[in-house]
């Protein structure tokens, strides 16, 4: 890397061209083109897992099932799925004015639309940075409090999702079956179930010390300043770092806003979780309704929760794979039935987000490409602290 002044100035011209320095190009391949292979190569492992989890499964059967459905039902899902966007949407405009930043329900519900669809499109998740980005475009909403935003609603994302699994295991344990019972029952899904539950413990974590820091006094943030006093680079990203802790510790400092964000996140996973028992119900599982409502939720529950991790395109095998096993392990439905509901279920869900994320990228003029591209904008805004949040 050379010392000149000059290096520096070329850098930021040629960014994209890849005539700075050789430490500049190594960074930039490091933050982007490695995170895409990661998330490709681990696409193609999940699909070659599952692949070869279920070689037993006739795959004309499962397109014979999936060919069968009733029509009318998986309309009515279709219908249900596209009810929780402009919830989602809503939920977020209350995150945000939690924040202290304008709420309203449509901006939110675009941005919401354009950032899932650029999850789906584009590897390594970008399109957290892409939602930061248009609430920063249109609304001058900090990067950092974007960012925030984000983490908040995923922190009651898998709350949420971890109280109905528990719900669903409790009422499957009411029915009879305890709940070793039923992680043994469940089979092929024991490894799923293992990691929901580490999610699902960690989210609790996480969320007791955001309350519990969120309440306290304890300086912790002006013996960090003094630490790292006289180093510009580490004050700044020390800086980057408290203004979003305490976005997010805002929000819990506020029951009110806790209960409402709270109440919507409830309601939209319900409508995720009636998506797919319609689904199953359309592909003619047979199953009384009490077990379709319970299966249904912990199957969806668990897949979801399959998916935290960025290991493939839009969780794409992570959840088919959780949610068959589960079905199959708890219901004497086969496994190309459970199957078929799965991706069904998924391609459903995935279908109505590109729908509404074209229109949302047309109706906010924006290019997808170039929206994830100010990533690198966001990145340095926030010193590169949070410029890739996860999820």
Do not use: C
Not at 331 to 352: F, Q, R, W
Request: no cysteine; charged share 15%.
């Amino acid at each position: 890397m050379n010392d000149g002044g000059e290096d520096s100035s070329s850098q930021d011209a040629d960014r994209g061209s890849g005539s700075g320095s050789d430490g500049s190009a190594s960074g930039g391949l490091a933050g982007a083109v490695t995170r895409r292979r990661l998330t490709i190569a681990g696409t193609g492992l999940v699909v070659l897992g599952l692949v070869v989890a279920l070689r037993e499964i006739d795959i004309r059967t499962v397109g014979a099932e999936m060919a069968n459905a009733d029509p009318l039902l998986l309309g009515a899902a279709v219908v249900v799925y596209a009810l929780s966007w402009p919830l989602r949407g809503r939920r977020y405009g209350d995150v945000l004015a939690a924040m202290g930043q304008r709420g309203g329900m449509v901006l939110p519900t675009l941005a919401v639309f354009v950032s899932q669809t650029a999850n789906l499109a584009i590897p390594a998740r970008a399109g957290d940075a892409v939602r930061a980005y248009v609430m920063n475009d249109r609304r001058g909403v900090p990067y950092t409090t974007g960012f925030a935003s984000l983490a908040v609603e995923r922190v009651f994302d898998l709350a949420t999702i971890a109280a109905l699994a528990g719900v669903a295991t409790v009422w499957l344990t009411l029915g009879g079956a305890g709940p070793l019972e039923i992680v043994a029952e469940a089979g092929g899904a024991r490894t799923a179930l293992v990691a929901a539950a580490a999610v699902s413990t960690a989210t609790v974590g996480v969320g007791f010390v955001v309350v519990t820091s969120a309440r306290a006094n304890h300086g912790l943030g002006g013996r960090l300043r003094a630490r790292v006093a006289g180093r510009p680079r580490l004050e700044s990203a020390l800086e980057a770092a408290l203004r979003f802790a305490g976005d997010v510790q805002v929000v819990a400092r506020q029951p009110k806003a806790v209960a409402t964000i709270g109440a919507g996140s409830l309601l939209i996973w319900a409508l995720d979780v009636l998506t797919a028992v319609l689904v199953l119900a359309a592909l003619g599982s047979g199953l009384g309704v009490a077990t379709l409502l319970a299966v249904g939720t912990l199957a969806v529950s668990v897949g979801n929760l399959a998916k935290v991790l960025p290991l493939s395109q839009g969780g794409v095998g992570l959840y088919e794979a959780a949610f068959t096993a589960l079905v199959v392990g708890l219901t004497p439905l086969g496994a190309s039935t459970a199957l078929a509901a799965a991706i069904v279920d998924h391609a459903l869900k995935n279908g109505v987000t590109l729908v509404g994320g074209a229109g949302s990228v047309a109706s906010l003029g924006i290019s997808l490409s170039d929206a994830a591209d100010s990533s690198q904008d966001a990145t340095r805004e926030t010193d590169t602290f949070l410029g890739e949040p996860k999820r």
